[in-house]
């Protein structure tokens, strides 16, 4: 447990120089890759949102620590990913105009990777149109998923979905959001066929939808 924590006060205190040589050890302690990730880095990101709610921290210290949690991914992607020799599908994701997160859209890209889906990251800010064209030009694309963290672009949200379902992929593609601020309850008021409160949820209902065209 210590070393998630030193994980997590590396994280926290953004010290992207430490992070990825802590992240190692704790995988060469047999820690679990998951709870590396769900404890030493998310419940830090969350702990770093308190602080800057509360005024203790302000947007460059968000930055550093939402810097040091990518280093730290990035030696923890080996070990989350599973076979992914196959290609089960192909998906578009990215984060909606307006709004530059791209931790959480970032590993449930890595999670769809791992669970076999080829990923088209459109990356953040993404405008409205962007997401159509990439679900029109990629006749191969099934899935079209969405992500928004702040509470002032779920309206973009809305309107990426509205585009989506108004547009002629809308028989092929299964839409799928998700993000902080999101709910069930939104996600069934604007039209996407699924939420998920997170990455690997967000993989395993992914490959519900392909398998259930495949079958
Ligand atoms: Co910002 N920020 N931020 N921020 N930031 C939040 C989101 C906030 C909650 C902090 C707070 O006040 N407590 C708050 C939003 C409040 C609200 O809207 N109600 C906030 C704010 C206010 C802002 C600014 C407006 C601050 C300012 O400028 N005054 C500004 C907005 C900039 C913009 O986007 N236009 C801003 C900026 C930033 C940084 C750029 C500094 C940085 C982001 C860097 C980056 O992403 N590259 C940042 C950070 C780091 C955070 C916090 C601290 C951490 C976000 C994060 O990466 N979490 C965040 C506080 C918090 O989340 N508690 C905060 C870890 C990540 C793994 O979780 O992204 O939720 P998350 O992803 C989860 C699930 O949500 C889910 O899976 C992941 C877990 O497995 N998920 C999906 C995500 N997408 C999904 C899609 C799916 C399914 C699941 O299907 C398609």
Redesign the pocket.
Known sequence: MSKIQDVSNAVQSGKSKIVGGLVQEAINEGLDPAEILNKGM?DA??I???K??NNEIF?PE??V??RA?KKGVEVLKPHLAGDNTVSVGKLV?GTVA????????N??AMMMESAGFEVIDLGVDVPVEKFVSAAKENEDVSIV???A????TMPAMKDTVKALLDSDVRDRIKI??????ITQGFADEIGAEAY?????S?AQVAKSFVSSTVA
């Open positions: 998310i990101m969350s770093v949102g308190e800057f709610k947007v968000m930055l620590a939402a949690m994701i307006g709004d530059l997160h791209d931790i959480g859209k590993l449930v998923c969405v992500s963290l702040l509470t002032t799928m959001v998700g993000g902080a601020p998920t409160e997170d990455a690997a967000a």
